[in-house]
């Protein structure tokens, strides 16, 4: 497939190896104008916004991916593919299963859970049935970066759902299987990444606790949570 693509307006050499990736496109502008030096707006398409600056000197592209696995694993697949991306990091929000992770906890998934048929269709992937796994190397790394930054974190595996709304069963499986919160995109990005030979990474931000029913502000959700970006731009 030629670039642009259907999805993705930017032309060639405009995104950079790196791509940090949040949910929403209005997140994406905010880590924009909160790190990257010289942004240049390289995908506008359904209003999902991609910028690609420098950060530290290096070039890194901050793009949107939607919601949900199918959004992201069109994202992912075309900047992997097409545009020769190295890393995806995703870095969103996260429902909290258990009351020992505390709101704004960090979390970084080094494996994800998912029983979606994303999943179910891409079942040659060489995993443990039902999960598939971040890359070692950035998961390392990450760790490392949230220790030197005093970062109230915590690492290991969760979950991705197709489903917002968690059920009674969803929080079952997940205190079942020790898993450390809920989300929506993990798995479809870990898959790409893998069937592409390329690298992922998932860190995210407890918003909300399934459990006590507690919600973090949208305007917080959309404009703040700048530790995972910061966390995530170290790794390019």
């Known amino acids: 497939m030629p670039i642009p693509t259907p999805h993705i307006a930017a032309a060639e050499g405009q995104i950079a190896k790196t791509v940090i990736m949040p949910g929403d496109p209005l997140r994406s502008k905010a880590i924009t104008d909160r790190f990257l030096e010289n942004p240049v707006l390289v995908n506008n398409i359904r209003g999902v916004q991609g910028y690609t600056g420098t950060y530290k000197d290096k070039p890194v592209t901050v793009m949107a991916s939607g ?69 070692e190397e950035l998961f390392e790394r990450a760790v490392e970066v949230c220790k030197a930054g005093n970062y109230v974190f915590f690492c290991g595996d969760i979950m991705s759902s197709d489903t917002y709304y968690a059920d009674n069963d969803e929080v079952a499986i997940c205190n079942e299987l020790g898993l450390l919160g809920i989300e929506m995109e993990a798995v479809a990005l870990y898959l790409m990444a893998q069937r592409c030979g390329k690298k992922a990474l998932a860190i995210c931000t407890i918003s909300n606790s399934v459990i006590t029913k507690e919600e973090i502000p949208v305007e917080e959700r959309q404009s703040g949570f700048m530790n995972m970006a910061q966390v995530a731009l170290e790794l390019a």
Do not use: C
Request: hydrophobic share 35%; proline share 4%.
């Open 67 to 135: 919601m949900g696995q199918p959004s992201i694993g069109i994202y992912s697949y075309e900047l992997f593919n097409y545009y020769d991306v190295d890393q995806i990091i995703r870095v969103g929000t996260m429902g909290g299963v258990s009351e020992a992770v505390p709101l704004r906890s960090l979390i970084i998934g080094q494996r994800a859970y998912s029983n979606t048929n994303f999943m179910n269709f891409y079942s040659k992937n060489g995993n443990a049935p039902g999960y598939v796994s971040a890359d």
